[in-house]
């Protein structure tokens, strides 16, 4: 199966109360940094896979909002490094915690 996006839920915590979000009821206040190895071994397995061909595999990552997980999302990435050419990352976030560190460390 050739796969081109993967969306990652980091968590359901959130920084807003937006009573018109379809995640409204599903959000949580706790953040966990901790990053399941299954979904490290299978990223690292599709940009390995020789027969899934897509140029870049799309990774998209959303929870709540995400950028409360800065360290989950750049421990991926970290991890990610030896097959930087294999993937596209995107973030669905409110923006509110977007900072210079933060733009420097995602370009």
């Known amino acids: 199966m050739k796969i081109s996006r993967v969306f ?3 968590g359901t915590a959130c920084n ?4 018109y979000c379809l995640q409204h009821d599903a959000r949580s206040e706790q953040i966990k940094v901790h ?6 071994k299978f990223l ?3 940009a390995e896979d ?3 061909t897509n ?6 990552f959303f929870g709540g909002e995400p950028l409360l997980y800065k360290d ?3 421990y991926i990435v970290n991890y ?6 294999r993937f596209c990352l995107n973030i669905i976030t409110n923006g509110s915690l977007i900072d210079d560190e933060w733009v420097t460390f995602y370009s």
């Open 8 to 10: 990652l839920i980091l």
């Open 16 to 19: 807003f109360q937006c009573t």
């Open 35 to 40: 990053v399941d190895e299954k979904v490290l």
């Open 44 to 46: 690292k397995n599709l």
């Open 50 to 52: 020789t027969n899934n």
């Open 55 to 60: 140029k870049r595999i799309t990774i998209t």
């Open 72 to 74: 989950a999302i750049r």
């Open 80 to 85: 990610l490094q030896p097959f930087k050419k």
